[in-house]
């Protein structure tokens, strides 16, 4: 009888160091694939980074400044073919800042080029009579704060402070198509029109093109 009892008993503590054994490894398993799981995009909008920096002709801007209003920041560099064609081929940014400027809408661009200096700056402001600042960031706070890659690339921030869409002007870089076929698209002009009918932004995000920004090493 105590020989059955003892058999029973060490069954018992078997079974239960078995079946702990088991769950700890379930639950070790479990933890393992959650933390393999690609995140989630929730398509929550990022909130642009504050910033103040210098125009070319000594004044401070600050994006808080503008607060509530849609703002346009384009990273501009003046030796980069591909801004130097949106002023010298077309008028594109200029066309733009002053057709969104009666809606109230903000264009500022911005120079993350590390030697690129005030004079020129201000130079090329007068030469394609530019209305809007160029802000200096040679230091590239500014620009990697956003992640800035590319000259010229576009972020439009809404009234809330939020980037509703960031990457390239248009999908023509030199003003040839990138897409077979299709008609030339200006990415930010469809996403201000957009903003100002109190529409979602169709697309929010682009691959941007042109040339790299010289960061500060």
């Known amino acids: 009888m105590r020989k059955t009892y003892l058999i029973i008993l060490l069954a018992s503590l078997v079974m239960v160091f078995t079946t702990g054994c088991k769950k700890k490894a379930d639950e070790q398993s479990q933890s393992a694939a959650e933390e393999q799981m690609p995140s989630v995009e929730t398509g929550e909008l990022k909130t642009a980074p504050d910033f103040a920096l210098k125009n070319y002709d000594g004044n401070e801007v600050k994006l808080s400044d503008y607060k509530g209003k849609i703002v346009v920041l384009e990273w501009f560099n003046y030796e980069c073919p591909f801004c130097k064609y949106h002023y010298d081929d077309t008028t ?79 999908n023509a870089p030199l003003g040839k198509i990138l897409d077979d076929g299709k008609e030339e698209i200006n990415y930010v002009a469809n996403a201000l029109d957009e903003l100002l009918a109190g529409k979602e932004i169709s697309v929010s995000k682009t691959k941007p093109y042109g040339c790299t920004v010289k960061y500060a090493q």
């Open 92 to 170: 594109t940014m200029i066309d733009m800042a002053k057709k969104y400027s009666a809606h109230g809408v903000v264009w500022l661009a911005i120079n993350s080029t590390a030697h690129q200096t005030t004079e020129l700056n201000q130079e090329f402001a007068q030469t394609h009579n530019i209305a809007f600042p160029i802000l200096d960031d040679r230091s590239g706070e500014v620009g990697h704060k956003y992640g800035a890659t590319n000259t010229p690339q576009m972020f439009v921030i809404n009234k809330e402070g939020k980037i509703a869409y960031e990457g390239a002007i248009d």
